[in-house]
Every structure is written in C-alpha cells, then in structure tokens.
C-alpha cells in the first residue's frame, strides 16, 4: 500500500510539471472583433519571450500598427492587412508599452505590455 502511494505522489508531481512548461511557451492570443474595444483584450500583458498572435474573427481587414509606426519613431511592428479568420503573429518584443491601432479603423486601438522575466520567475519559486 506504501508503494502505490509513492508512486502516486511522484506522478502527481510529474504531472504538474508538464502544464507548467506548457504555460510558458504559450502563444498569447488577441481577438479582432466587430465591437468595441475591436482588440481583446484591450489592454494586455504578456511576458517577455511569449508570441502574441492577434486573429481577426471579423469579416473585414484589419491592420495591427505600432504608433510608432506613424508617428515615425520607433515602429515596433506593423502587420499589412491581416484578412478574415486570418493571423498575425509577433514572436519577441523587448519589455515595454506599445500601443497601437487599426490603420483602417482608427477607432480600433490596443496596448500591449511586454513584462521582464522577473515576474514569471517569481511565480516559479513559489510553486518549487
Ligand atoms: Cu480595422
């Protein structure tokens, strides 16, 4: 009976691992949709190194710009016309805020915040 308790734990604890891993490779998604707030969520943060994949679900173009990019400072990124039930994916963004906005819709507008790696490390020590 000892055994099989054991083993139970030992699995449980490798079982817990695997989702763990999972989480931090994640592809981060942002909805494209027909209503406000158009990007969702609005406002999102993501942790460095995790892609961020925006997917348009409307039946319409849409574009996914830096401000930057019109403001001609820095343009982090601009995405071209991302048709319908099409993607658009971002593998790094160093730390910061970038906000931006639909080039075709400038009503559309979004921010995202990439996070240093501290803070998921945190996370980290608390569950070892
Ligand atoms: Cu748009």
Not at 75 to 87: H, I, L, M, N, T
Request: glycine share 8%; proline share 9%.
């Amino acid at each position: 009976m000892r055994m099989v308790s054991a083993v139970g734990v030992f699995c449980g604890i490798v079982l817990l691992r695997i989702p763990l891993a999972a989480v931090e490779s994640q592809v981060y998604h942002i909805a494209m949709e027909g209503s406000a707030p158009y990007y969702t969520p609005e406002l999102a943060t993501v942790p460095v190194g995790n892609p961020i994949q925006w997917d348009n679900q409307t039946a319409t173009d849409h574009t996914v710009t830096h401000k930057g990019c019109l403001t001609k400072k820095t343009c982090a990124f601009d995405s071209g016309s991302v048709p319908p039930r099409k993607s658009f994916s971002l593998s790094f963004l160093q730390p910061g805020t970038y906000p931006y906005y639909c080039r075709l819709h400038p009503l559309m507008r979004g921010t995202i915040t990439v996070i240093e790696p501290k803070v998921s490390a945190g996370r980290m020590k608390i569950i070892e």
